[in-house]
C-alpha cells in the first residue's frame, strides 16, 4: 500500500484555513482513498477575522462572531493545536511544541510531510521605545481588542471615582500610534463607544475624553488614496480626535507619552498599532527570504527555487504580476489574501496529478475603511466614496468576506439587532482573570494574634 502524501499547513489564520479548505474540496477523492492527509499545525483552534476587530471592540459583534472554529470548518483535516519553532524543509521536517507535549515533559517533538504550506501570517512591527513593552496595547488578536474595550471602560470608571484632577486626566487620554487599517478603525470605533458610554456617566462628558493618533508620515489610510486620506483627517478632528502626522512616539514611560514634537501626554492607554512583519517562524526555516524577511515566492505561489513548499499572505513576497512597473509585489493584505487561497489549493492539487500550475494574478480594486458608526471612506475602482455609503460598503464588502455562512447569518443578526436597540457598555474585564475571585475565597484567612497574657478566649481586657 502507498503512503499518502502528507499536507503540512501551517498557520491557522486566513491563509491557512482557506487554503485548507478549499484543499478539501479539490483533494476529496485522494481524501477519502487516504492517498492524501492534511494536518494543519496552529497556536489556536480558531481562526480570527481581524478587519472585524474594531466592531467586535466597539462592541457591535459578540468577540466569538469574529472567530471560526477550525475543527468544524475543517472536518477532513487533522488539526494539531501547537506551535511550529523551526522547519527544516531539505529534510521534510517541522519542528514543534503542543499542549500536550508541554504536560508531558517531553519537549518539542518532529512532524514529516511531503507538502509544505507556510502561511503562518504576521506580527506586530514595534520599535525599541522605552515603556512600550510596560504599557502598550496590540490590536491584532480578538483576546487584544476586548481587553482594549474593558480597558476603556475602566479608564472610564477610574475617572468618574477618583478625586485626583492628574488621575482623571490619565485615565481619559487614549493614545494611538499607526495610521494605517487598524489604527485608525480601532481608535474610530471605539471613541465612537466612549462618546456613546459617557451619557452614563454623571461626571465625564464626552469632550472630556482625549483621543490622540499618532502617525510617523504625512498621511492615513494610504491605501484608500491621498484625497480620501485628507478626508478621513478632517473628518477625525472634527469629532475632536488630536491627529498628529509627521510624529512619532518617543517614550511611554512611567505613563507619560513623549513625542518626537516634544508633547508630554500623561496617560494610562498605548495602543500600538504601527505595522506588522512575518512571523519569527519565518526567520527559523531554511526558505530563502527577502531583505524584509518574507518568503521569496513565485506568481505560482511556490516558494522560489525550492521544490514542495508553497506560502501566500503576509509572511510571502509575490510578485504582482499586473503590475506596470516590473518587480512590484503584492500588498501583504486581506485582499490578496483571500484569493491567493484559491490558486494556492488548486496548483496544490495540480502539483500532484502532474498538471500545470497557475499564475496568481490580482489587479487592485481599491480599499474601504470605517470611521466609525456610519462614517467611512473608500477608494474603490477609481470611485471616491465617503460617509455613509463609504461605511455600507465597508460591511457589505467583510461581510460577503467573512468564512461560513453561519458567521455572515450571526454577523448580520447582530448588525441589525444593534440598530434596534441601545450600545452594551458592560466590561467584563474579570474575564481576564477567571480564577481571582475563587483565589480570594480560597485564601485562608490571616491568623489570629496572640492574647495578651491572662486573657481566656472569649474575654476581653477592656
Not at 475624553?209 to 504625512?218: G, I, K, M, P, T
Request: hydrophobic share 40%.
Amino acid at each position: 500500500m502507498t503512503e499518502p502524501v502528507r499536507i503540512l499547513v501551517v498557520g491557522g489564520g486566513y491563509v491557512g484555513m482557506y487554503t485548507a479548505l478549499r484543499l478539501q474540496r479539490q483533494l476529496k477523492a485522494e481524501l477519502r482513498s487516504h492517498a492524501a492527509e492534511i494536518t494543519v499545525v496552529t497556536p489556536e483552534p480558531y481562526m480570527t477575522y481581524q478587519p472585524f476587530l474594531p466592531e467586535a471592540a466597539a462592541g457591535s459583534i459578540s468577540p466569538r462572531h469574529v472567530v471560526v472554529p477550525l475543527r468544524r470548518v475543517l472536518h477532513r483535516c487533522k488539526i494539531v493545536i501547537g506551535e511550529v519553532h523551526s522547519i527544516d524543509h531539505a529534510k521534510r521536517t517541522a519542528t514543534l511544541s503542543t499542549l500536550a507535549t508541554e504536560e508531558e515533559g517531553t519537549g518539542k517533538v518532529q512532524l514529516g510531510y511531503d507538502e509544505l504550506v507556510i502561511a503562518p501570517g504576521s506580527v506586530s512591527r514595534t520599535l525599541p521605545v522605552p515603556g512600550l513593552a510596560d504599557h502598550g496595547i496590540g490590536f491584532k488578536t480578538v483576546e487584544e481588542a476586548i481587553g482594549l474595550r474593558n480597558h476603556v471602560i475602566e479608564q472610564m470608571d477610574i475617572a468618574s471615582s477618583t478625586r485626583d484632577p492628574a488621575i482623571r486626566d490619565a485615565a481619559l487620554t487614549f493614545v494611538f500610534v499607526g495610521g494605517g487599517y487598524a489604527g485608525v478603525e480601532a481608535l474610530a470605533e471605539l471613541e465612537d463607544m466612549a462618546r456613546y458610554t459617557a451619557r452614563y456617566y454623571h461626571n465625564i462628558k464626552p469632550q472630556d475624553l482625549r483621543w490622540v493618533l499618532v502617525e510617523a508620515s504625512d498621511r492615513i489610510l494610504p491605501e484608500v488614496g491621498e484625497t480620501m486620506g485628507r478626508y478621513a483627517v478632517r473628518e477625525l478632528r472634527g469629532r475632536n480626535i488630536d491627529v498628529r502626522l509627521g510624529t512619532r512616539l518617543d517614550s511611554c514611560e512611567n505613563r507619560v507619552a513623549v513625542l518626537s514634537d516634544g508633547t508630554r501626554l500623561p496617560t494610562r492607554t498605548v495602543v500600538w498599532t504601527a505595522g506588522v512583519k512575518p512571523a519569527p517562524l519565518v526567520s527559523a526555516t531554511d526558505l530563502p527570504r527577502n531583505e524584509r524577511g518574507r518568503l521569496v515566492c513565485t506568481p505560482q505561489l511556490t516558494v522560489d527555487g525550492v521544490a514542495h513548499a508553497w506560502a501566500a499572505g503576509d509572511a510571502a513576497a509575490v510578485p504582482d504580476v499586473t503590475a506596470d512597473e516590473p518587480g512590484r509585489e503584492c500588498a501583504p493584505n486581506a485582499q490578496h489574501a483571500v484569493r491567493q487561497t484559491k490558486v494556492l489549493a488548486e496548483n496544490i492539487a495540480a502539483s500532484l496529478r502532474g498538471q500545470p500550475l497557475k499564475e496568481y494574478a490580482h489587479k487592485y480594486v481599491g480599499s474601504v475603511a470605517s470611521l466609525g458608526l456610519h462614517k467611512g471612506v473608500a477608494h474603490v475602482y477609481g470611485r471616491k466614496l465617503k460617509g455613509y455609503p463609504a461605511w455600507f460598503m465597508h460591511r457589505a464588502y467583510h461581510l460577503s468576506r467573512v468564512p461560513t455562512f453561519n458567521r455572515k447569518a450571526r454577523v448580520l443578526a447582530e448588525w441589525t439587532l444593534s440598530g434596534l436597540f441601545k450600545r452594551e457598555i458592560v466590561s467584563l474585564g474579570s474575564l481576564e482573570h477567571p480564577r481571582a475571585e475563587f483565589e480570594l475565597a480560597a485564601t485562608p484567612p490571616p491568623a489570629p494574634k496572640d492574647k495578651p497574657p491572662g486573657e481566656t478566649p472569649g474575654e476581653s481586657s477592656g
